[in-house]
């Protein structure tokens, strides 16, 4: 069964992007542009992966990454950003973030790290 | 008179900056420099940009606004150095302005700003391109930079779109549809939009463009009216997705009605899948459209600048029959092929004629109709070998221009005069070439290596034979389709598609194009696949982009496992081509030659454009400044092997520490002047044998002196600093002048070598420099002469292999001090070229 991705950004560019790249390695994708929409659609479905951006209006991906943490623990988090500031990171780091990337992403990185992250080697 | 001039023009206003020549050599060195460091750091802010959009990287539009920020910044920087450098002289800022004014605009969002509703394609200005469309701006660009000939015409702009939509009220019913919408509400809007009436001002726009073209082209005019539509021909073809209206008569009605239904063609249920392929919502694009003079075809048909199924780049395809073209882009006809080797000249490989039992002709109701040719027509090739060579030079040219491979519409008018209807980029197969099919499928073969592959690749499924239009309502996701002829209609089905197979079909139809660039495996032309397949019947199909083909009854598994595994382009997002289409106002070089006249600020089209501009302009500003040297920095006596001194001025790191005024070759710390007295010192090189004038050679020398005095130039003069040197060498009657930058960065880096004059006669002095042009070209320098002036150059060299020309230039100036009077024969110039070379002195 392949494994499952959540992308969230509040720009439709990067989930786009994302979605079309991580579908070509088998990856079941499913974008979404805030916090919100993506929180409630993970008390629907289980998610292996969340990619998430860091700075959205409302919840940003910090708490989603909290979120996350709390009740769905088995679930991977990668957080991205074009703010790549150092402290942000280290606190993420501390809230159990899988890996950190600032914008632009390559995507080979991107897709490495999920690998790693579910046991893919 | 002179000072008058001078005093008036200082009072004018703007020409506040400080004239070059109140600074002295060191400083204009020091703003040198720094154009060179802002350029760089513009530079490498557009490879980020180039390698962050190409695909390989998830981006956001934050990160194109800041890094244009910090373009803008750099560039910005290297016009305030300039103008102080220049004095002013360049009018670049206003082209600066423009083209970035045009990269805000787009990753803002917005589109374009002209209020035009027409526009004549013949004086299209190159920034406009995106209010006529891709289309229009192709052909436009054929003939406004290329010089070829394209059909006489106008364009109905995007503007007039926007205005045709608002007017007649139509933005809410386009909005309302959904993603897929029905073909019940596509047929209501289509027909709503033909019966919709212009708005102000574009129907008088339209009477006024088609009284001219009829004024130009006289009572016989019809028009074709066709669609450009935003991206079309551009990355992606449309190619047959939209209407054309053939054989309109020049009337402001005929044409208005004809504009109405190449725009309702945008809703065509075929085109509303291409686009929401493309990541359209239904409405969102924009369609320009091209109202062009028909040329009454005797024949037509499409060529392809490199083979796009084997991926070959050394060959050009030309497809041709009878008549107007559409008998060979629907492929409803068998066409002549011509296959042509690229080279100048281009050299024809071989013609196959094809049947040809289908033409294409104008109707006065339908407007074109394909009818049977006639049979004394069909064994007789429409193209001479001659014509098919033209064209072959003709795509040579525009793929060039164009920078990558083109599909090209040609047409052959009455008087047998070839033009080009059409330019758009071809979609090439390229690179990851599986393995050939082998018949080892495990199933019996049903076909093997019949027909024409257009698209390369492996696929099984059901067969669905498609004998109506009306079929393809049916079509059922993965099946193979099967059909007599391939048509633009399969469009509106291929998302379900997994591979065509045809009986009849051409390699250039509009339906091959889509193939290509959906990356259907398609295979046409087979003659026989309507009568070998049944409709439901399981097939596998592997086609190689060698043209072999098989096709298996049932569903092959080792072939399937052959499959490599689907990749879908970022092209193919919608966002993702809207924001890369910046870089097109950024990182494509144009000017390419300094010496050629174009080279003017007029001509910038990018970004980079606008930075080789100042690059090279400083350059020429830095070498007529140290001609005439105020020079405040340190000044040397440099004593040479050779019977030369030179007066050196340090600008900065050129000379070792510690030396008094008089030095000699080894305390020399300037890179480049160092490489160049190396060559001009090398044993042998240097002339010193009694020469041989005539008493014409004399009398000219004399002459000459007076003229070279005249001028003022300054005799062995070098401003130099560790990287650059400015080097004058005037010996006898003839002068040298280097000058080069030459450091670890090699964008930064050129060489210019002027040589000017001579004893001898013109005759042989001209000999001399044709000499020394042949063997510049040989280490591959770009040069012009006139007379006895020879300009050469070239420039982003890596150090080493800089410093290696610049020793090669010391060792030229040597070798041909004097050399003029030996050249007596034309033979001589090889000679001495090729003894150089050998380093036989």
Redesign the interface.
């Known amino acids: 069964m392949s494994h499952s991705v959540m992308i969230i950004d509040d720009e439709k560019i990067v989930g786009d992007m994302a979605k079309l790249s991580l579908e070509q390695d088998g990856y079941e994708v499913e974008t979404f542009l805030s916090g919100e929409a993506a929180l409630a659609r993970l008390s629907e479905k289980k998610f292996d992966v969340v990619v998430t951006d860091l700075k959205m209006k409302g919840i940003d991906g910090l708490e989603v990454l909290r979120t996350v943490k709390r009740f769905y623990p088995e679930t991977v988090v990668i957080m991205i950003t074009a703010f790549a500031h150092l402290d942000v990171a280290i606190e993420a780091l501390r809230d159990n973030v899988h890996d950190f990337f600032p914008k632009p992403v390559k995507i080979k990185e991107l897709k490495q790290s999920i690998r790693k992250a579910l046991g893919e080697g | 008179m002179r000072e008058l001039i001078k005093k008036i023009t200082a009072l004018l206003p703007g020409r506040a900056e400080p004239s070059p020549q109140r600074l002295d050599l060191k400083e204009l060195f020091h703003l040198f420099q720094a154009v060179l460091t802002n350029n760089n750091q513009a530079l490498s802010i557009i490879t980020d940009l180039g390698e962050?959009l190409s695909g390989?990287?998830?981006?956001?539009?934050?990160?194109l606004q800041e890094a244009h920020r910090e373009l803008t910044g750099a560039i910005e920087a290297s016009l305030a150095n300039f103008t102080l450098l220049t004095g002013g002289q360049y009018q670049i800022a206003p082209a600066f302005t423009r083209i970035n004014s045009l990269v805000s605009l787009m990753l803002a969002g917005q589109g374009e700003a002209g209020a035009e509703l027409t526009l004549p394609l013949a004086r299209l200005p190159w920034d406009r391109g995106r209010e006529v469309g891709g289309k229009n701006f192709h052909l436009a660009e054929l003939k406004n930079t290329l010089n070829l000939p394209i059909p006489d015409g106008f364009a109905i702009t995007s503007r007039a779109f926007d205005e045709f939509i608002r007017h007649n009220h139509l933005q809410e019913a386009i909005t309302s549809l959904g993603d897929s919408p029905a073909e019940g509400e596509l047929a209501a809007l289509r027909q709503t939009i033909r019966a919709g009436e212009p708005p102000p001002g574009l129907k008088e726009g339209i009477e006024r463009a088609v009284a001219e073209l009829l004024a130009r082209q006289g009572r016989k005019l019809r028009l074709a009216v066709r669609s450009s539509a935003e991206e079309e021909d551009d990355l992606f073809s449309f190619a047959g997705q939209f209407e054309t209206v053939l054989n309109v008569p020049p009337t402001g009605e005929a044409v208005g009605a004809a504009y109405r239904t190449v725009l309702a063609s945008l809703f065509a249920p075929g085109a509303v899948e291409y686009q929401r392929r493309l990541?359209y919502r239904p409405g969102t694009i924009k369609m320009p459209v091209g109202c062009l003079a028909m040329i009454e075809a005797t024949a037509s048909g499409v060529m392809y600048t490199a083979d796009p199924v084997s991926g070959d780049r050394e060959q050009i395809i030309i497809n041709g029959a009878w008549g107007y073209g559409p008998s060979v882009v629907d492929g409803a006809t068998d066409p002549d092929l011509y296959r042509i080797a690229k080279g100048e000249p281009p050299r024809l490989l071989a013609t196959t004629c094809g049947q040809k039992r289908i033409m294409s002709v104008l109707d006065p109701a339908l407007g074109i109709k394909n009818v049977a040719t006639p049979e004394e027509q069909r064994a007789r090739p429409c193209l001479s070998p001659e014509q098919a060579l033209t064209l072959a030079g003709w795509g040579q040219a525009i793929e060039a221009y164009f920078k990558g491979p083109q599909d090209v519409e040609w047409s052959l008018g009455q008087k047998g005069r070839l033009h080009l209807l059409q330019a758009r980029p071809l979609t090439v197969e390229g690179g990851e070439t599986p393995a050939g099919p082998a018949p080892d499928g495990g199933c019996p073969l049903l076909m093997r290596d019949t027909g024409l592959v257009v698209r390369r690749g492996i696929a099984a499924g059901k067969a669905f034979v498609v004998r109506h239009s009306s079929d393809l309502d049916a079509f059922p996701k993965g099946a193979v389709l099967v059909a007599e002829h391939d048509s633009p209609q399969f469009v509106r089905v291929l998302p379900y598609v997994s591979a065509i197979i045809t009986d009849i079909g051409a390699l250039a139809s509009h339906m091959a194009s889509v193939c290509r660039e959906f990356k259907i495996p398609t295979l046409v032309n087979t003659g026989q696949a309507t009568s070998l397949i049944r409709h439901g019947q399981e097939i596998t199909l592997e086609c190689d982009d060698e043209g072999k083909s098989l096709v298996y009854d049932g569903l092959a598994p080792e072939v399937i496992a052959r499959r490599p595994?689907?990749?879908?382009g970022?092209e193919?997002?919608f966002?993702?081509r809207r924001?890369k289409y910046i870089l097109r106002y950024i990182s494509p070089l144009n000017l390419v030659n300094p010496l050629v006249e174009e080279f003017s600020p007029e001509r910038c089209r990018t970004l980079h454009d606008v930075l080789r501009f100042l690059h090279e302009k400083s350059i020429q500003q830095i070498i007529d400044s140290a001609r005439a040297p105020k020079a405040k920095g340190q000044v040397f006596q440099l004593a040479l092997t050779v019977p030369v001194t030179i007066r050196l001025v340090d600008l900065g790191g050129g000379v070792a520490a510690g030396t008094g005024p008089k030095i000699d070759q080894e305390q020399v710390a300037s890179r480049p002047l160092a490489a160049i007295l190396k060559g001009l010192t090398t044993p042998g090189a240097w002339r010193t044998g009694q020469v041989a004038m005539s008493a014409r050679d004399l009398l000219s020398g004399i002459a000459r002196a007076q003229e070279l005095t005249a001028s003022g130039g300054v005799d062995n003069f070098a401003g130099i600093s560790r990287d650059y040197v400015n080097l004058g060498l005037r010996f006898g009657y003839h002068f040298n002048l280097i000058d080069s930058y030459c450091c670890e960065q090699a964008a930064n880096n050129h060489l210019y070598f002027r040589f000017v004059g001579g004893a001898a006669d013109l005759t042989k002095r001209s000999r001399r420099l044709q000499m020394m042009e042949l063997v510049l070209a040989e280490y591959g320098f770009m040069s012009k002469s006139k007379g006895d002036l020879l300009i050469a150059r070239v420039s982003h060299l890596e150090q080493d292999e800089l410093l290696r020309l610049l020793e090669m230039a010391g060792r030229l100036i040597a070798f041909t001090r004097q050399l003029d009077a030996e050249l007596v024969n034309q033979e001589d110039i090889d000679l001495y070229a090729k003894r150089f070379l050998a380093g036989d002195f």
């Open positions: 962050k390989n990287y998830i981006f956001d539009t934050k990160y990541g595994p689907s990749g879908a970022m193919e997002l966002e993702f924001k």
